[in-house]
């Protein structure tokens, strides 16, 4: 189930620390906060900005951060402080775009003022400005490869090369559209720009060559992404999608919807996070489930036959002393989930056909252990059809069973509350609800019944002990007269 954030503003730029444990920075308005990768506060904020902020990158040993701002300065943080430590100042217009070289010592950036800037990190000074763009400055990149390469992207419908030991840009590609994002393999040959509704993919070593022209938006692509390994390429649109393309044949393998559009995207190191930032200033993160480990290969090998045979007929001298092995507890499959705090898995290992059928109170007890961790909503949440019309089968069924209807009803209560917006979309889980609802009226008419039974008894006994009391007064009224009767006669 994604975690959503929400920011002060649109979220203009993410990016992911290269180093463990892999935070990641966010920028919107006039902030950068730092999350952690699993916190849904942030660890670090920088709010040293006197309007908005721009395009906040880290440096590849994750110790630095630059970012750009409206007022057309540059501010360089160190991780650990909250002051800048350095100030570049030189741009007249806002700064879109801020980013490292791959020597460490040199910041590029470019902004609205049509320039492309180089700097020096330890001087705090200006190496060299080009002024070849005709229009904002949006998009950049460097060369993971050459330390002096990096790329810029432009409204003026252009992608520019710069080198730093020339004076003027060594490529230019025309891509056609304003340019929102631009994107360089880590093998430095081949170059992804994104702008309108295309994505293209350019051959820089023969020249700028077109290879691939992508139309799978309906609306402007503004941000582009790889993952660890190259063999993925995500783009985010306005169109509040994201595509992934296979980098092999350029087909969509894999898209992801999301409510408003889509401003920036970042994949984490170990492509184990996908972070998105919309318009409406929310942030989105998901997590990947953890791959199960393969249980064949995991076992280990069992001991030869001779092992268990060796010693089993050796008789114990008067003098040794015999020493017992301790007999090792074996846990069931729920309860190493359990102590392992796999609160899902722990819930799907006991909703297994023969535990449900045959053990229902097994099945009932770890809902009611992981409702006392607090784990229990989490653990019902994120289920497919399949799963959810399990659930609903076995809580339909066993809920009216009164060793069971406590924790059943809040179990009932949770499912119906997450997977509420979802009604109407598969014909069996509205059956089985609808079976739900009716298990449950029929229960409550039976107790509706059963207390007037107990009403209607309750007056037949209170009539029966009044009638008691009565001949038991008699009784004793018939003994007393008797008595005073034969003291009479003697």
Same mark, same amino acid.
């Given at each position: 189930?994604?975690?959503?954030?929400?920011?002060?503003?649109?979220?203009?730029?993410?990016?992911?620390?290269?180093?463990?444990?892999?935070?990641?920075?966010?920028?919107?308005?006039?902030?950068?906060?730092?999350?952690?990768?699993?916190?849904?506060?942030?660890?670090?904020?920088?709010?040293?900005?006197?309007?908005?902020?721009?395009?906040?990158?880290?440096?590849?040993?994750?110790?630095?951060?630059?970012?750009?701002?409206?007022?057309?300065?540059?501010?360089?943080?160190?991780?650990?402080?909250?002051?800048?430590?350095?100030?570049?100042?030189?741009?007249?217009?806002?700064?879109?775009?801020?980013?490292? *070289?791959?020597?460490?010592?040199?910041?590029?950036?470019?902004?609205?003022?049509?320039?492309?800037?180089?700097?020096?990190?330890?001087?705090?000074?200006?190496?060299?400005?080009?002024?070849?763009?005709?229009?904002?400055?949006?998009?950049?990149?460097?060369?993971?490869?050459?330390?002096?390469?990096?790329?810029?992207?432009?409204?003026?419908?252009?992608?520019?090369?710069?080198?730093?030991?020339?004076?003027?840009?060594?490529?230019?590609?025309?891509?056609?559209?304003?340019?929102?994002?631009?994107?360089?393999?880590?093998?430095?040959?081949?170059?992804?720009?994104?702008?309108?509704?295309?994505?293209?993919?350019?051959?820089?070593?023969?020249?700028?060559?077109?290879?691939?022209?992508?139309?799978?938006?309906?609306?402007?692509?503004?941000?582009?992404? *790889?993952?660890?390994?190259?063999?993925?390429?995500?783009?985010?649109?306005?169109?509040?999608?994201?595509?992934?393309?296979?980098?092999?044949?350029?087909?969509?393998?894999?898209?992801?919807?999301?409510?408003?559009?889509?401003?920036?995207?970042?994949?984490? @190191?170990?492509?184990?996070?996908?972070?998105?930032?919309?318009?409406?200033?929310?942030?989105?993160?998901?997590?990947?489930? @953890?791959?199960?480990?393969?249980?064949?290969?995991?076992?280990?090998?069992? @001991?030869?036959?001779?092992?268990?045979?060796?010693?089993?007929?050796?008789?114990?001298?008067?003098?040794?002393?015999?020493?017992?092995?301790?007999?090792?507890?074996?846990?069931?499959?729920?309860?190493?989930?359990?102590?392992?705090?796999?609160?899902?898995?722990?819930?799907?290992?006991?909703?297994?056909?023969?535990?449900?059928?045959?053990?229902?109170?097994?099945?009932?007890?770890?809902?009611?252990?992981?409702?006392?961790?607090?784990?229990?909503?989490?653990?019902?949440?994120?289920?497919?059809?399949?799963?959810?019309?399990?659930?609903?089968?076995?809580?339909?069924?066993?809920?009216?069973?009164?060793?069971?209807?406590?924790?059943?009803?809040?179990?009932?209560?949770?499912?119906?509350?997450?997977?509420?917006?979802?009604?109407?979309?598969?014909?069996?889980?509205?059956?089985?609800?609808?079976?739900?609802?009716?298990?449950?009226?029929?229960?409550?008419?039976?107790?509706?019944?059963?207390?007037?039974?107990?009403?209607?008894?309750?007056?037949?006994?209170?009539?029966?002990?009044?009638?008691?009391?009565?001949?038991?007064?008699?009784?004793?009224?018939?003994?007393?007269?008797?008595?005073?009767?034969?003291?009479?006669?003697?």
């Amino acid at each position: 189930t994604p975690v959503q954030i929400k920011e002060f503003g649109a979220v203009n730029k993410i990016d992911f620390s290269p180093v463990p444990p892999y935070n990641y920075a966010v920028t919107a308005s006039s902030r950068i906060h730092i999350y952690g990768r699993y916190s849904q506060e942030p660890i670090k904020t920088f709010s040293r900005f006197r309007d908005a902020a721009y395009c906040a990158t880290y440096r590849d040993d994750g110790r630095l951060l630059a970012a750009g701002s409206e007022d057309g300065g540059i501010r360089l943080f160190d991780i650990s402080g909250k002051a800048p430590l350095r100030q570049f100042e030189g741009h007249t217009k806002p700064v879109h775009v801020v980013g490292f *070289l791959s020597d460490k010592y040199r910041i590029f950036s470019g902004g609205d003022d049509y320039s492309s800037n180089l700097w020096d990190i330890p001087s705090a000074t200006e190496i060299i400005s080009y002024g070849e763009h005709t229009d904002y400055v949006r998009c950049g990149c460097a060369s993971k490869v050459n330390a002096d390469v990096f790329i810029t992207g432009s409204y003026d419908h252009t992608v520019k090369m710069f080198d730093a030991r020339t004076k003027n840009s060594v490529m230019t590609i025309e891509h056609g559209h304003p340019v929102e994002s631009v994107l360089l393999f880590p093998s430095g040959g081949l170059l992804v720009s994104a702008g309108g509704r295309y994505v293209k993919v350019w051959d820089v070593l023969k020249g700028g060559q077109l290879l691939v022209s992508l139309k799978n938006h309906h609306k402007t692509v503004t941000c582009l992404c *790889l993952n660890s390994s190259g063999q993925r390429l995500l783009s985010g649109s306005l169109d509040r999608h994201v595509k992934i393309y296979s980098t092999t044949s350029y087909k969509v393998v894999h898209s992801f919807n999301y409510a408003t559009s889509i401003l920036s995207l970042a994949l984490s @190191p170990e492509d184990e996070t996908i972070v998105v930032g919309m318009t409406n200033g929310v942030l989105n993160v998901k997590h990947r489930k @953890p791959e199960e480990k393969n249980e064949k290969s995991q076992k280990k090998r069992q @001991p030869a036959y001779r092992t268990y045979v060796k010693g089993r007929t050796y008789m114990p001298k008067q003098e040794d002393f015999c020493v017992s092995k301790p007999v090792k507890r074996v846990l069931r499959k729920y309860d190493k989930l359990l102590r392992s705090f796999q609160s899902s898995k722990a819930l799907d290992a006991v909703l297994e056909p023969p535990i449900m059928l045959h053990t229902p109170e097994v099945t009932v007890a770890v809902m009611q252990e992981l409702h006392r961790r607090g784990t229990l909503r989490s653990a019902l949440a994120g289920r497919d059809e399949k799963q959810v019309n399990l659930l609903l089968t076995f809580v339909a069924r066993r809920v009216i069973e009164p060793r069971f209807t406590p924790v059943l009803v809040t179990v009932a209560d949770m499912i119906t509350d997450i997977y509420q917006p979802v009604v109407g979309q598969s014909a069996i889980v509205d059956k089985q609800f609808l079976k739900l609802q009716e298990a449950i009226g029929k229960e409550i008419d039976y107790q509706g019944e059963l207390l007037e039974v107990l009403g209607m008894m309750d007056t037949l006994f209170a009539t029966f002990t009044k009638k008691r009391d009565t001949c038991l007064e008699e009784n004793k009224s018939n003994g007393l007269t008797e008595i005073i009767e034969t003291n009479r006669n003697y």
